[in-house]
C-alpha cells in the first residue's frame, strides 16, 4: 500500500499533472455552479482535453473536474436557492435560509470547508479501502436499492414543516414525476399519451431547476426592486465558521463516511447521500433542529461533506471492480479505455502507476479547491447583493440555458416552466418543494428496484417479503428507516410541543402584563 | 383567498387526479407496469381526502380563514414573468438562443425595475443588461464550453 502510495505521489509531482489538477478545480467549480450543467456534465466537457495528455494527468483532471463540480453546485443553491448540480439540492434547504439571514459568506465558507472534510474523507477511503468496499458494494442488490430509497423517503417527516398530509403528497407527487415514459422493467409506455417527447421520461435536471429556481425567483418577484438579501458578514468570519464546525466535528466526519459510503454504491449518486446526511444531520443536532429550514448550520454542513465525499466513493467500484459506479465514473472509464487501460483489479499489478496516481490525484484535488474556493468566497457572496431587477431574469435565463443544453430540446424548457409555476404555487399552500424533490430523486430508484426484487423473488419461489428478509442489508435498510420515519415523527410532535409551550409562555405572560392585544396575536397563532 | 378555501380546492383537485392516475394506472398489459402508479393514486387520495376532511371541520383544521397565502403576489408581474418565460421558450428556435435571450433578460428587468421616475434610464439600463448578459451567456456556453445551441439572426 505504501509503495503503491509513493508511486502515487511520484506521478502527480508532474507539471503536466499539477496543470491538469489546477485547470480541473477552477472549470469544475464554474461549470457547476451554472445551473443545469451537473458534475456528469463538467466531466463529460472536460474529456476531450485529456485525449492529448497521459492517462493519470488525463484521470486526474476528470476527478479535480468532477470533485470541484460537486463544490461548485452548491454556490448557488447557497446564494440563490438554485443548486447548479442534483447533489446540492439539499444544501437549499437550509443554505438559501442562512442567505436571507444576511449570513451568505458564513454559509459559503461552512460550504467549502465541510466539503474539503467530506472530499478529504471519502479520498482517504478511496485510498485505503477500496479492495474491501468494492466486494462490499457488489452486494448491493435490488432489495437493498429498495430499501435505500424507502430510506431516504422516510426522511419526509423531517423535511416537511407542521402539516405532514402536505409533504406526502409532496413526495408522492415527486415520485409520480418519474413515472412518464417507458417503465424500465416490462417496457411499456406509461402516461407518455402518445407524446413522443414524453417517451424518454421527465429529465430530472429541469425538474429540478424548476422546483429550486423558476419557483424561487418568481417569489422574488414579491420583495420589489431590492438585493435579495443583505450582506452583513461577521468580523472574523472564518474564525467564527471554524468555531461553529468546532461543535459539529462528529456531524462532518459522519456525513463524510456516510456520502462515501454512499458514493461506492453503484448507481446511488450524491443526491441521495445529501439528502441522507441531511435527515441524519437533523436526527443527530437534537438541540438545534428546530432551526432545520430556516438557516441551520448543520444543515449545510452534514449534506456538504456528503456531497463530497461521495466523489471518492464513486471511484471505488470503479478502480476495485472496473464497474462504473455513477455517470462521472463511466466517463472517466472511457478515458482509461481510451488511453488502453482497463479499469478494474487486474489495473493495480498491470498499471500500479495510473491506479495509484488518480487516488492520490483525488486527494490533491481537495487542496486546490481549498484554495480556489476561500480566494473566491468574497467574490460570489457578491451574488446576493444583485437587485431583484438583475437577479430574477439571470437566474430564469440561465436555467432555461442549462435545461436546453442537456438534449437541446425545447420540451425540457416547457417542463421546467411548468413546473415551476406549479411549484410556485403549491409551496404558498405549504407544500414542501423539497418533499417533490425528494420523491423526484429517489422515485426510479424505488420503482425499478421494486420490480427486480419481484421478479427475482418470483424466481426464487418466494414472497417478495421472504426475498427481503433473506438479505441481511436490506434488513439493515429496512431498520435504518424505521428508525429515520420514528425520529422524524418525534422530532415533529416535539417541535409542536415547544410551539404549544412558548405560546402559552406568551399568553400567560401577557394576562400578567394586562396586554390584551399580545394576547389576541397568541390566540390567533394558536388556533 | 383564504387557506382554509385554497386547501379545499387543493383537495379537491388532487382528488380528481388521483382518480383519473388511478384509472390510467389500470389499463396496462403487465399489471407490473400500473403498480406504483396505483400505489401513488391511492396516497395522493387519501392525503387529500385528510386535507379536506381537516379545513372542512371548523376549528380543526391547521389553517385559519384570515391566512392568505396569495395575497402578497404581485399578480401582474408575475403573470407577465411568467408569460415572457413561455415565450423565451418559444422563441429560442425561430429567434435564435442569445437573441430571445437578451430580448427577455431586458423586458424582465425592465418590468422589475422599481424607480421608472426616468423612463429613458431605466429602459437603457435594462438594454445594456440585456445585450451584455446575452453575450456573457454566448461566451460562456457556446465559446468556453462548445455546448450546440440555436442559431439565430445574430449568431
Sequence with gaps: MLEGLAIGFEGILTLEAWIALVAGTVAGTIIGALPGLSAVSAVALLLPFTFGMGPAAGIIMLASVYTSAQYGGSIPAILINTPGTTGAAATTFDGYPMTLKGEAQEALYLQLFAGVIGGLIGALILIFFTPILAIWSLRMGPAEFFWLAVTGLAMVASLTGRDVIKGLIGTVIGVLLTVPGQDRITGESRFTFDYHHLFGGIQMVPALLGFFAVASVLALTEKGDKPIADLTPRQGVVRYVFKRMNRMKFLLVYTGVLGALIGAIPGAGASISAFVAYGESKRISKKNRHEFGKGAWEGVAGPESANNGVVGGSIIPLLGLGIPGSGSAAIMFSALVAHGIIPGPRMFEDRADVAYTVMVGVLMTIPVMLIFGWATVRWSSLAVKAPVRFMVPAVLALSVMGTYALRQNVFDVVVLIIIGVLSFMVAKLGVPPVTMALGLVLGVLLESNLQRASIIAEANSLGLWQYFFSRPIAIGFMVASAIVLVNGVRGLISDHRNELQVAADAAAEAVASGDSSVLDKHQKDDK | ?155
Design chain 2, 1 to 155: 383567498m383564504s387557506l382554509r378555501r385554497a386547501n379545499i380546492i387543493l383537495s379537491v383537485v388532487l382528488l380528481a387526479f388521483a382518480a383519473w392516475v388511478m384509472y390510467l394506472a389500470t389499463g396496462f398489459r403487465d399489471p407490473r407496469t400500473g403498480q406504483i402508479p396505483m400505489a401513488l393514486g391511492i396516497l395522493i387520495a387519501l392525503g387529500a381526502v385528510g386535507m379536506l376532511v381537516l379545513n372542512l371541520v371548523p376549528n380543526k383544521g391547521a389553517a385559519i380563514d384570515d391566512e392568505k397565502p396569495y395575497s402578497d403576489v404581485p399578480w401582474a408581474k408575475w403573470s407577465i414573468t411568467a408569460g415572457m418565460l413561455v415565450l423565451y421558450s418559444a422563441g429560442l428556435r425561430p429567434l435564435g438562443f442569445y437573441e430571445s435571450g437578451a430580448i427577455f433578460l431586458a423586458l424582465i428587468s425592465y418590468l422589475l425595475t422599481g424607480d421608472k421616475s426616468n423612463k429613458v434610464k431605466a429602459i437603457r439600463n435594462s438594454v445594456i443588461f440585456g445585450v451584455v448578459g446575452a453575450a456573457v451567456l454566448w461566451l460562456m456556453f457556446d465559446v468556453v464550453l462548445g455546448i450546440p445551441t440555436e442559431k439565430g439572426i445574430l449568431i
